[in-house]
């Protein structure tokens, strides 16, 4: 079955610092969902990627689908300690599912 | 308000036993999902119903049976509880295919 990969699995960065990470999949994804889970808490949706080559921000975020529509990447600037958690990637696998990524957990270290 | 809502947060007990988690969401999604996070913060899907019917079963032993009464409840038995069954499960809803998960908070399964 489709297998969604990040990397990295973990990163620790200093306060002011950039973070990537990054999702493949070894199927093209159909459309791409990226969420954020606090420690303790439960994943909550941060934005959604349709068509090849989009990119979208939010604030200090930005996400990109690949051309080729195999991988996609969040893209954080100057991190903040409200930054930390584990950010997952998710992908439209058939009807009404939702395969994962296999995360990756930040630390920002102020 | 809280918009997908599970119970109990906290569940401890000995293997063999059989417990249940319950789901209930107030957004008038018509979909919902069981997800289960093992240790390791993967997250794997279980099962998906829309509108109470069942559309995914993820190859999850029969131990566990999912019921949705109305479409917005999902509650979640497990029989005969194993120590691999300790994890944290995830209840989220959505409105259609393609359309953002919203995940209750999550129900922390330890099984001695």
């Known amino acids: 079955g489709q297998q969604v990969m990040q990397i990295p699995q973990y990163q620790h960065v200093q306060e002011g610092e950039d973070f990537t990470t990054y999702c493949n999949s070894s199927?093209?994804?159909?459309?791409i969902q990226w969420y954020k889970q606090r420690p303790g808490g439960h994943p909550v949706f941060l934005i959604q990627?349709?068509?090849?080559?989009e990119v979208k921000k939010q604030k200090r975020l930005t996400f990109q689908f690949g051309e080729a529509k195999k991988n996609s990447s969040l893209h954080i600037t100057a991190t903040q300690t409200t930054d930390v958690g584990t950010y997952f990637c998710a992908d439209l696998s058939g009807t009404y599912k939702y395969i994962f990524g296999t995360g990756t957990r930040l630390k920002v270290l102020a | 308000d809280t918009a997908v809502s599970q119970t109990p947060k906290y569940l401890v007990t000995q293997m063999g036993n059989d417990k249940s988690i319950k789901c209930e969401q107030n957004?008038?999604?018509?979909?919902m999902y069981w997800y289960k996070q093992d240790s390791k913060k993967f997250l794997k899907i279980m099962f998906s119903y829309n509108n109470k019917e069942l559309i995914i079963n993820e190859t999850v032993p029969n131990r566990f049976s999912p019921k949705s009464p109305d479409k917005a409840h999902l509650n979640l038995h497990i029989n005969s509880l194993e120590l691999g069954d300790s994890a944290v499960y995830f209840c989220a809803s959505g409105q259609g295919m393609g359309s953002p998960l919203h995940f209750g908070n999550g129900t922390r399964l330890t099984v001695t």
């Open positions: 990627l349709v068509k090849s080559g």
């Open positions: 199927t093209t994804l159909s459309n």
């Open positions: 957004l008038g999604h018509d979909t």
